[in-house]
């Protein structure tokens, strides 16, 4: 693929964006804009993931944490002042971010797998936190009534969904921004050898915690419409252990080198999640997910990408030969 | 109050006693083959199960069941260890895609086990579920001393395997320098390969324990995975004298903190343990 600036591409991606949103007018079925929504979400959590996960090769386990502190930033917000939901995105990315630095700040200094294990945790510990904590409605769940329509007049499950769209787009911008840039080569030596990077000068802590920061930040973004999506929200659907499988799954399957990768595998594994739960059970929607993850990283790590990949430097060797 | 502060303590010994089975499989996967085996609490869920299945229809007793389904554990543990040495570890790819390969397999554990069991709770039952031992004023309920012993019996069995077998002595020296151990011409694969099962192992009777102190549903194992791994790390990794204080300190500590706080806070202290000793201690109490 020809090198295209990170300018030229944001341009292309928010052309695209457009297009996607007036093309979306033509759809009469409020259930394609439902679904779509979760596609969306999803290409938004598996960008950010791979941020840390795939640029800079650490695991972060706890993408269901993340997704409901912006979740409950909004809900929190809501009960205080109703302010316009930017507003509550912005918080809710700004809070997810918070606790990732400080997350991050105890635990990026160690090796890879101890943040892995604190992620983990935290989800835990964030969900004991919130069943505790009644004024946002405790184990019992919280209501939220979802306006009737948008800003524009349009109808609220529209707003949101391009709402969404903007967000995917602004994440497959900066992960795209992040690959050609000093901290992206940053991240790349961190994930290649990090000991050498030390050695090389690499402030290697700074750069992973901006990394964790930028990755928090944008799961708890995506999380801080969903008390508007759902309109009722308790700590077991806020903290569901399908986001975090879901948003590791797709850049794993997808591929981890570059943003195409969790864009293939969000849209593809949450376009037939979305068919599959209509048709079979949700659980056992999610345990083909599992296994489809598991077979991918055993069989082939580098994901579809990296299937492709190869299939296009198999297709070119033999020409190659006969060039020469 | 003092009754009350006696009695929080003997039960959080009691409960430390257990956190050591469940964790004594990790800090031998873990702690000395440094495999982070995310999966262990799932495969006690599974352990669970079994003895459940073996308890209600077929009436065994559950610590011999746990002990029945040792061998199928053991078997297991070295088959998921052959596809984790292959996929992985050989190729040294075992930080990002281990970990994924781990969490998959939890998940994967958890979901088939709701679609068979389904979300219900389940107990068994024995005799020693109900009745209770007193000394002065401290309550020791047999459902948490049967557990407690079968642990320390468990864990002190596998401290004498690995201080005086060869096998044992061979996982230790794995644990130290395996390069070494490839320049004594021994596979450090198959005996990594047997450390692995037995740890897997460990999990069918930490899963016996599990049921007999407390019902079980597919989805608990996540509330032992912040718990095992403070346990391990503050235990420092690979001791095991480490990890049954760790063990004890952290069930003293959530035993005191749902006597006096209530019981919905205790799985926060084993994560602020955690973090804690990862901030300030990463080498853990008894750390090499």
Request: aromatic share 12%.
């Amino acid at each position: 693929m020809p090198y295209v600036p990170t300018r030229y591409f944001c341009l292309i991606v928010a052309l695209v964006t457009i297009a996607i949103a007036f093309a979306s007018r033509l759809a009469t079925n409020d259930y394609f804009f439902f679904a779509g929504y979760v596609v969306l979400q999803y290409v938004v959590m598996a960008t950010a993931w791979n941020i840390l996960g795939g640029y800079t090769g650490y695991v972060n386990f706890g993408t269901a944490g993340f997704f409901a502190i912006g979740a409950y930033s909004a809900v929190v917000m809501h009960k205080l002042f109703e302010p316009p939901l930017i507003a509550s995105i912005v918080v809710g990315g700004f809070m997810a971010g918070l606790v990732g630095l400080g997350m991050g700040y105890l635990t990026l200094r160690l090796r890879g797998v101890f943040f892995a294990i604190a992620t983990l945790a935290l989800a835990i510990v964030l969900q004991t936190l919130v069943t505790n904590w009644d004024f946002v409605g405790g184990a019992r769940g919280v209501y939220i009534i979802r306006p009737e329509t948008g800003p524009f007049g349009h109808p609220y499950i529209q707003y949101l969904f391009v709402l969404m769209l903007a967000l995917s787009a602004v994440a497959i911008c900066i992960a795209r921004a992040i690959e050609h840039s000093k901290l992206g080569y940053g991240l790349a030596t961190i994930r290649d050898d990090e000991l050498a990077a030390e050695a090389a000068g690499v402030p290697t802590l700074r750069l992973k915690l901006i990394a964790t920061v930028l990755s928090g930040a944008l799961m708890g973004m995506a999380g801080a419409p969903l008390p508007y999506y759902v309109t009722y929200l308790d700590p077991s659907s806020g903290f569901n252990l399908a986001f975090a499988v879901n948003s590791i799954a797709m850049p794993l399957i997808g591929g981890t080198s570059s943003w195409l990768g969790p864009l293939i595998g969000a849209v593809l594994l949450a376009t037939i999640q979305q068919i599959a739960t209509v048709t079979i059970s949700s659980a056992l929607n999610l345990l083909i997910v599992g296994v489809i993850m598991v077979a991918f990283v055993t069989i082939a790590p580098n994901g579809i990408l990296g299937l492709f990949e190869r299939g296009v430097r198999a297709r070119r060797r033999p020409a190659e030969k006969e060039a020469a | 109050m003092f009754g009350l502060l006696v009695n929080a303590i003997v039960a959080g010994l009691l409960l430390g006693g257990f956190y050591a089975a469940v964790s004594v499989g990790l800090a031998l996967s873990f702690g000395m083959l440094d495999i982070a085996n995310l999966a262990h609490p799932a495969f006690i869920i599974l352990g669970s199960f079994i003895v459940y299945t073996l308890n209600i229809d077929f009436g065994v007793d559950p610590v011999v069941a746990g002990v029945l389904a040792l061998p199928f554990f053991y078997v297991l543990g070295s088959a998921i260890y052959q596809i984790y040495y292959y996929s992985f570890e050989r190729r040294g790819e075992e930080a990002l895609r281990g970990l994924a390969f781990f969490f998959g397999i939890l998940f994967i554990t958890e979901v088939a086990l709701i679609l068979i069991f389904g979300v219900d709770y389940r107990f068994v039952t024995a005799p020693y579920i109900g009745p209770s031992l007193y000394i002065g004023n401290a309550e020791l309920p047999l459902r948490m001393l049967v557990p407690f012993m079968v642990s320390i019996v468990m864990v002190g069995l596998l401290q004498l395997f690995l201080s005086k077998t060869f096998i044992g002595r061979a996982i230790l020296a794995v644990s130290q320098d395996d390069l070494a151990l490839k320049l004594m011409s021994i596979r450090p694969q198959r005996i990594k390969n047997i450390a692995f099962a037995i740890s897997i192992a460990t999990a069918s009777l930490a899963g016996a324990c599990l049921i007999i102190i407390q019902p079980v549903e597919p989805s608990i194992g996540r509330d032992y995975i912040g718990r095992v791994f403070a346990i391990v790390v503050l235990g420092g990794m690979g001791s095991f004298p480490g990890m049954l204080t760790a063990a004890m300190l952290i069930g003293v500590m959530e035993s005191l903190t749902a006597t006096f706080y209530g019981p919905s806070w205790s799985p926060a202290v084993a994560f602020g343990f955690l973090l804690l000793t990862l901030a300030i201690r990463p080498a853990g109490l008894m750390g090499r």
